[in-house]
């Protein structure tokens, strides 16, 4: 399997920056995704990266760092229809590459 | 036009009953999967269908039985519910991964309660 770990909660205000970390080790990589789960709802894919580097979507961008096993996702300009739960995730290899594997998730919180 | 859906959303039921969940997708994807969300939000995969084919099946009791008449579709039936059957069940679909890791859509979930 697949070792996944992100901090548990966060909050942050209005207008802010926030950075959600996520670190992974795998026996192999096939790339990192990150969803957004708002309570009682669905998870919905916001990013995926499998090379190094910035991916900047909108107000959230992602970053992967493959030879350190890390991820982050960046939010920027934070609303209160930010707040929800972020899930760190990595498939599998092989046949089985659809398997995800997901952290935790990172419960967020926005003040006004 | 919803693109992963699935019925019943709520489900509460006793212990001991037999019971199914329906998921269908109309994104023309040909893999579909089976999660479980538990009190924890931890949300852990249980089986997945490519092109009605059984691909992945995690060490699940095998009280739950998928099944999937085409692509399109994939159920979920249970029998013999226990309390720790309770939880969050959640279908999804992607394109076929055998070309890579794909983004998966979800389904709004099933609350099922064992009572």
């Known amino acids: 399997g697949q070792n996944i770990d992100q901090p548990t909660e966060m909050t942050a205000t209005e207008g802010a920056i926030v950075q959600i970390n996520c670190t992974y080790q795998?026996?192999?990589?096939?790339?990192l995704f990150w969803y957004q789960q708002h309570a009682g709802e669905a998870p919905t894919f916001l990013s995926y990266?499998?090379?190094?580097g910035l991916e900047e979507k909108g107000r959230f961008s992602s970053f992967l760092s493959r030879s350190k096993g890390y991820s982050y996702l960046l939010l920027k300009e934070l609303q209160m229809k930010d707040s929800a739960s972020y899930l760190c995730a990595v498939p599998d290899r092989g046949s089985t590459l659809g398997r995800l594997y997901f952290g935790r998730g990172t419960q967020l919180t926005v003040w006004p | 036009d919803t693109a992963v859906s699935q019925t019943p959303k709520y489900l509460v039921t006793q212990m001991g009953n037999d019971k199914s969940i329906k998921c269908e997708q109309n994104?023309?994807?040909?893999?579909m999967y089976w999660y479980k969300q538990d009190s924890k939000k931890f949300l852990k995969i249980m089986f997945s269908y490519n092109n009605k084919e059984l691909i992945i099946n995690e060490t699940v009791p095998n009280r739950f039985s998928p099944k999937s008449p085409d692509k399109a579709h994939l159920n979920l039936h249970i029998n013999s519910l226990e309390l720790g059957d309770s939880a969050v069940y959640f279908c999804?679909?992607?394109?076929?991964?055998?070309?890579?890791?794909?983004?998966?859509?979800f389904g709004d979930g099933t609350r099922l309660s064992i009572l």
């Open positions: 990266n499998v090379l190094d």
């Open positions: 795998t026996s192999g990589f096939n790339g």
């Open positions: 999804a679909s992607s394109q076929d991964f055998r070309q890579g890791a794909q983004p998966q859509h």
């Open positions: 994104l023309g994807h040909d893999t």
